[in-house]
């Protein structure tokens, strides 16, 4: 059995499909059949059932097919290790993103890298949490940024910061010279609100309550930068983070509304797998984060504790 092989079957069980599976791993559907049908027999078991129009994993196929991915895994972990032995801040670093942070923080975090880690560029994935969860248990990125709660087995979490939750509306909006707000009198048929999917929307419903109410006609944009457009336009109201209302996304057409204290807020955190073998990339991202000046971000006591400590 070869690591190719363990590729082929994990792709295949993904897929559900041979020719999926094999344009994937960018190969012949024959040389992928092939592979598959060989490691079958050397095993002497059968790892996927065949059907008409069908490719299902059988029971000890997806034990098999799991097996496989952790060896993918340690065999990744092998090259890494070979390959950051001598710099662990060399090299590119996976970092995945979602989407209410990314075009607000990683301005300034790419800024504060390049004097901390100048040979390590940011490769960066934006998404959903969910999606970027995935992707870091299949070893796919090596580090996220994303809104806590955020629970995965084999993962380490760091806080970095919280930040605050500000109400928005048009200039002549009624609230318009209100001072502050409680979180109550965010209601009525003008709240605008990401779509489902996004953890900041579910934050949002979890401080403001009356805005999930059955009174309330919710209409939903596609990214904060979007609302934030809408409502300047006039179309009504919303609750965003205060890091996307700050210099350059301050808007004239906009009046910004503190909640009463204490302000709802998120709080945003790195996670990583445990074991990861760049540690030292992990610290940089920490001390760099912690070299952020920017009053929306309430940095976490503590962030930074010297290079090399990140997987303690």
């Known amino acids: 059995m070869t690591l190719t092989e363990f590729r082929y079957i994990i792709a295949l069980a993904q897929e559900g499909s041979f020719s999926r599976a094999a344009e ?59 390959h950051y032995g001598r710099d662990q801040l060399a090299g590119p670093l996976r970092l995945g993103i979602i989407h209410t942070i990314a075009p607000y923080l990683l301005p300034q975090l790419i800024c504060a890298l ?49 930040e605050d939750f500000k ?11 209100r001072t502050s707000m409680s979180p109550e009198e965010v209601t009525g048929a003008e709240v605008l609100l990401l779509k489902a ?4 929307r579910d ?3 979890g401080a403001c309550p009356q805005v999930s109410s059955p009174e309330s006609g919710v209409r939903l944009g596609h990214s904060i930068g979007t609302i934030r457009s809408m409502v300047a336009s006039g179309l009504g109201i919303s609750v965003l983070p205060e890091g996307a209302l700050t210099h350059p996304y301050s808007n004239e057409l906009l009046s910004v509304i503190p ?15 445990t074991g990861f073998v760049r ?8 001390l760099a984060l912690s070299r952020i000046d920017n009053p929306a971000y309430r940095m976490q006591p503590g962030l930074i504790r010297g290079l090399g400590t990140a997987d303690a």
């Open 24 to 82: 994937r791993c960018s190969v012949s559907q024959p040389t992928l059949s092939v592979a598959i049908a060989r490691l079958e027999d050397e095993l002497g078991v059968l790892l996927f059932e065949r059907g008409k129009g069908f490719v299902s994993p059988t029971d000890v196929g997806t034990r098999i097919v799991e097996q496989a991915r952790q060896a993918l895994l340690e065999a990744d972990k092998v090259r890494q290790l070979a």
């Open 114 to 162: 390049r004097p901390v880690a100048p040979a390590m560029p940011l490769a960066i994935e934006e998404n959903m949490t969910a999606n970027l969860a995935e992707m870091l248990n299949d070893n796919e990125l090596d580090v996220l940024v994303i809104a806590l709660p955020f629970e995965q087995n084999g993962v380490v979490t760091r806080a970095i910061y919280d």
């Open 167 to 177: 109400i928005i509306v048009p200039r002549g909006h009624p609230w318009e010279q």
């Open 197 to 200: 999917g996004n953890c900041f």
């Open 203 to 205: 934050q949002v419903l």
């Open 259 to 273: 909640f009463i204290g204490p302000s709802p807020a998120r709080r945003i955190a790195l996670a990583w797998r």
């Open 279 to 286: 540690p030292k990339a992990i610290d940089a991202l920490l």
